[in-house]
């Protein structure tokens, strides 16, 4: 059974932002779960679903 997560996403830009800029460069997308770094270039939906699923349980 697929049971779709609650969850909300905040989208920041960095351009323009000296510090994001140098704290990511190239990386983009970055992707963090609750303020924890998850992944960066790609989005693996399925990745990410599993990784937002062991974070709410740790919850």
Known sequence: ???ELD???DIKYIDGDAELE????EQVP???IDGE???F???DPERFRA???RHRQRQ
Do not use: A, F, P
């Open 1 to 3: 059974m697929k049971v």
């Open 7 to 9: 969850y909300s996403i």
């Open 22 to 25: 140098n704290l990511y460069g």
């Open 30 to 32: 970055v992707t963090q």
């Open 37 to 39: 770094h998850h992944d």
């Open 41 to 43: 270039w790609r989005v």
């Open 51 to 53: 990784c937002l699923e």
